[in-house]
């Protein structure tokens, strides 16, 4: 099992990274994908980010999907 903390502190980096235009959605997209199990409730919400960023692969996509993926992102952190 892993630490939620640090989970939470990646997970604010890279919200923060990508909604600042400093990384690509396609390092944002592997990140999640890679990310192990963890405990409800943050484990519910990435599960449901991997699923989102599963289903919306695409490396450039409008705006309304990038809110998208950054609500996704806050959701892990912010309860």
């Not at 994908?33 to 449901?48: F, I």
């Amino acid at each position: 099992m892993l630490k939620i903390n640090d989970l939470i502190a990646s997970a604010e980096s890279v919200c923060d990274r990508y909604e600042r235009g400093r990384i690509e959605r396609e390092t944002v997209r592997e990140w999640i994908l890679r990310l192990g199990s963890y405990p409800s409730p943050h484990g519910d919400r990435v599960r449901e980010a991997a699923a989102w960023f599963r289903a919306h692969p695409a490396s450039e996509v409008p705006a309304d999907v990038r809110n998208v993926d950054v609500d996704r992102l806050r959701a892990i952190f912010l309860q």
